[in-house]
């Protein structure tokens, strides 16, 4: 019998939190993913530990980004870590890093870079680092 380890439960949740939570707005996952004492560092409530934090983050995305979609391109795990390297896509609808929707309705797409570390399977710490130039730039198209 095959024992799946940490470090792949661990892949298989931030999988999850970008194709299930982020891009099909499968809020009830975080339930399953994250840790009552997570934090999403991300999130425009980065005061408020549990999954409040996480949910409020992905409702604000989804909000301000319409058909927005997360793609992981890339993971790399290691003991509690998992480093994620991630596209996002979608068409602006509300403020996004300081730029205001115009109302064109302006198609982006940006990397991201994530840590993400895990105790027990569930996120207890999320950062990310958006390419926020090659975003805006986009935007002030």
Do not use: C
Request: glycine share 10%; proline share 2%.
């Amino acid at each position: 019998m095959t024992t799946i380890s940490a470090v792949e439960v661990n892949k298989a949740a931030a999988r999850r939190f970008y194709e299930e939570a982020i891009t099909q707005g499968k809020l009830e996952v975080l339930d399953e993913i994250i840790a009552d004492d997570g934090r999403d560092t991300a999130s425009p409530a980065a005061d408020i530990t549990g999954r409040q934090g996480f949910v409020e983050h992905i409702t604000w995305l989804r909000a301000n980004v319409e058909g927005v979609t997360a793609t992981v391109d890339d993971l790399i795990a290691e003991g509690d870590r998992v480093v994620v390297y991630w596209t996002i896509d979608g068409v602006q609808r509300g403020e996004l890093f300081g730029v205001p929707d115009s109302g064109a309705g302006r198609r982006f797409t940006g990397v991201s870079i994530s840590t993400i570390r895990f105790r027990d399977g569930r996120i207890v710490e999320y950062a990310v680092l958006p390419d926020r130039f090659g975003i805006v730039s986009q935007l002030l198209r």
